[in-house]
Nanobody, 121 residues
Framework: QVQLVESGGGLVQFGGSLRLSCAASGSGSNVNIMGWYRQAPGKQRDMVATITSGGNTNYAGSVKGRFTISRDNAKNTVYLDMNSLKPEDTAAYYC???????????????WGQGTQVTVSS
């Protein structure tokens, strides 16, 4: 059974930094696109950043230059380094990944349970 296990959220002051991690466990060797999304109370879930298995990245405009997504393919783990945090970055952050058990199977999309990031002003 595939699980995405997140860690690293918490409370940080304006201008501070945090690192989120997400490890895919129980998966096969094929993890394609991994990414981070966030959802603030009363708002829709939005893409923050994504990264392909080859290292190509994509960022939301609001985080470009402040956040960096990276991954360790050997560990099936994706990271999100968040710097210069602002109160508007406060949200539940969710890991997302396309995973297949073998190259003969289709990819399925999975979500983590979410980790809260709160930035105080």
């Amino acid at each position: 059974q595939v699980q995405l296990v997140e860690s690293g959220g918490g409370l940080v002051q304006f201008g501070g930094s945090l690192r989120l991690s997400c490890a895919a466990s129980g998966s096969g060797s094929n993890v394609n696109i991994m990414g981070w999304y966030r959802q603030a109370p009363g708002k829709q879930r939005d893409m923050v950043a994504t990264i392909t298995s080859g290292g190509n990245t994509n960022y939301a405009g609001s985080v470009k230059g402040r956040f960096t997504i990276s991954r360790d393919n050997a560990k099936n783990t994706v990271y999100l380094d968040m710097n210069s945090l602002k109160p508007e970055d406060t949200a539940a952050y969710y890991c997302n990944a396309d995973i297949r058990s073998t190259r003969y199977h289709p990819y399925y999309n999975y979500w983590g349970q979410g980790t809260q990031v709160t930035v105080s002003s």
